[in-house]
């Protein structure tokens, strides 16, 4: 599989300090290899988080386009996918004035780019 460089923690839930607690009870989680006590870590990281809670309700902007691509049905390889989702991510940016990082910006892009592709039926 590879090749993807995984996201820092930070970048994905802020650097508050509101949320260092959290941060630290999911790396012990992580340590501890017990999967449902790094899912309840998660949850409670992402949900104390401000910085991750703002960009679900950006990345939420994308829907409309995600569900359209679907229905259309075509097949399309990844990166025409990824292509398609950059382009449409930046025109929503710039008509809605949304500031995030370049980090972010990718996570929304392959997100989309992967869940648009064509389902088998």
């Known amino acids: 599989m590879g090749g993807r460089r995984p996201s820092s923690l930070s970048q994905v839930v802020g650097k ?3 949320i260092q607690k959290d941060k630290r009870q999911l790396t012990l989680a992580i340590s501890s290899k017990k999967p449902a006590k790094i899912a309840s870590s998660s949850a ?22 995600v569900a359209k ?15 398609l989702a950059s382009k449409e991510w930046a ?10 990082s ?4 990718n996570i929304f892009v392959t997100s989309a780019a992967k869940a648009i592709r064509r389902r088998k039926k």
Do not use: M, P
């Open 16 to 18: 508050a300090k509101k």
């Open 44 to 65: 409670k990281l992402v949900a104390n988080s401000d910085f991750s809670i703002d960009n679900l309700a950006k990345a939420t902007k994308l829907l409309g386009f």
């Open 69 to 83: 691509e679907v229905k259309k049905e075509k097949v399309l390889d990844y990166d025409s996918r990824k292509n």
């Open 91 to 100: 025109k929503i940016k710039k008509s809605q004035k949304i500031d995030t």
């Open 102 to 105: 370049a980090a972010i910006d």
